[in-house]
């Protein structure tokens, strides 16, 4: 059974950085898009990247683009997600998710919340202004 644990949310000022980490078991990243979601009080979770580990194709929600960057460490079975440039509208959960590979998926389809396997607990990020 795949397993899924984010880490590294915490309270950061605007402007500021923060690294998440979704460290997984039972299954390898190389073969699964893995990606991160988020909510936040009273709306719906929304995607926000997606990362294809055994390439390394990448893709990212507009209201991230340029500010946050995902990447893979295979040896460590886990995926980052670094975050600049935060600003108060990106407090939230985060969450990452996990299924297996499927052609064009990241760049498609990765917004669906119902295509995923795996989903870790969540981590929360706060923005202050």
């Known amino acids: 059974e795949g397993k899924l644990v984010e880490s590294g949310g915490g309270v950061v000022q605007a402007g500021g950085s923060l690294r998440l980490s979704c460290a997984a078991s039972?299954?390898?990243?190389?073969?699964?898009?893995i990606a991160w979601f988020r909510q936040a009080p009273g709306k719906e979770r929304e995607a926000v990247s997606c990362?294809?580990?055994?390439?390394?194709?990448?893709n990212y929600a507009d209201s991230v683009k340029g500010r946050f960057t995902l990447s893979s460490d295979n040896a460590k079975n886990t995926v980052y997600l670094q975050m600049n440039s935060l600003q108060p509208e990106d407090t939230a959960i985060y969450y990452c998710?996990?299924?297996?590979?499927?052609?064009?998926?990241?760049?498609?389809?990765?917004?669906?919340?119902?295509?995923?396997?795996?989903w870790g607990q969540g981590t929360q990020v706060t923005v202050s202004s």
């Open positions: 990362i294809n580990s055994d390439n390394d194709s990448t």
């Open positions: 998710a996990a299924r297996p590979h499927a052609w064009g998926f990241c760049s498609n389809y990765y917004s669906g919340l119902h295509l995923y396997d795996y």
């Open positions: 039972g299954f390898t990243v190389e073969d699964y898009a």
